[in-house]
């Protein structure tokens, strides 16, 4: 299983990319936590995540609100931030079972998420500057899927290598 936590997100279409994400890269789960964007039973009728509902493909993604770390203990917490003593995803051997915990758009991921992680990774960038949150959550799943060969959606065909004439 792989899921992905957004701690305190700060904007609804920014769950709604991160929910995408997860359904193209064959994340299982995703939550959020904080009251910036609610939970789904306190929207108002008919009210949706931006551009989610168009995702056929979302509906094979549990998600929700979490309010503690304690209310996922079958995966292996992984922060995904900027910090000097994080691994760099470019080296990084992900783990089978991964929760990756992105911070809010506006702040880092707070000290008592943090110490709830097992692993942390950054993402490099040319000039150092910060992604925005549904494109780090997309290339952080990116990258374990690249990583590993294969999609969690079943069998790759082989890879051909290529020849000059």
Known sequence: MVGILLVDPKFPH????????AACFGASAMWWTGDRVPSPELWPDGARLPREERMRIRESVTWGVLQSPDEVTDLTPVCVERASEAESLIDFVHPVDPLYVFGPEDGGVPKGWRS?????????????GPLNLAAAINVVLYDRIAKSGSTDSGPQPDVVERTTL
């Open 14 to 21: 920014n769950v709604g990319g991160a929910l995408r994400a």
């Open 116 to 128: 709830a992680c097992h692993r942390f990774v950054s993402i490099p960038t040319v000039n150092d």
